[in-house]
């Protein structure tokens, strides 16, 4: 499973046919600009981003009811991602509103959320699909006074659980940087 940013489609980048192009809500001014991006990409497959809780900028201003119309609209949108899920708790709203046929995929982002990975995954539908914020990881366990080492074996933890569990685990594989950034917004509202 490759998943690219929608930024990289602002460069002439040639990408495989089976990838699918990742939308950060984070980095979308307006919903009309969403619509533009999912017409513009209607043969693509879409994985849909939906920063929840975040805290580094730029910060996502939707709801689930704001984006939830485009569901229903949009057939090429096949995963919804929500950040910082730490418990099945946190996936209740979001399981009884998106459509069976949209992939639900929790960001696990702290140590909560790999403590309790087993009743995450219990809770997702038939495809078992995780996607894991090393930084944001990292970040929370230095907060918590925890380092290196910590980060490591609960990386470990995790990736073993999903090898055992039949759970693709979706990770960070490098980052595109360029002089050629348009938007001067976005990165603080």
């Known amino acids: 499973m490759l998943i690219i940013s929608q930024n990289l489609s602002n460069y002439d980048v040639v990408t495989p046919d089976d990838s699918i192009l990742r939308i950060n809500l984070a ?3 307006d919903l009309d600009e969403l619509k533009r991006i999912l017409k513009l990409y209607s043969n693509s497959n879409i994985f849909l981003d939906l920063p929840i809780k ?3 900028p730029p910060n996502n201003k ?3 009811q704001d984006i939830s119309k485009f569901f229903y609209d949009y057939n090429n949108i096949k995963y919804f991602a929500i950040s910082n899920v730490e418990s099945k708790l946190d996936l209740e709203a979001y399981l009884s509103m998106i459509p069976r046929k949209i992939v639900l995929v929790p960001k696990i982002e702290s140590e909560a959320g790999i403590k309790n990975i087993s009743e995450i995954v219990r809770s997702l539908g038939d495809e078992k ?3 894991l914020d090393h930084d944001d990881l990292y970040s ?3 907060k918590a006074g925890k380092g290196a080492k910590e980060f490591q074996n609960l990386i470990k933890e995790l990736i073993v659980f999903c090898e055992n569990n039949n759970v693709k685990l979706l990770r960070t594989v490098g980052v595109i940087f360029s002089d050629d950034e348009k938007r001067h917004g976005g990165y603080v509202n």
């Open 54 to 56: 975040r805290t580094k």
């Open 27 to 29: 980095w979308i001014e």
């Open 140 to 142: 929370s366990l230095l």
């Open 62 to 64: 939707y709801t689930l």
């Open 129 to 131: 699909v995780l996607m």
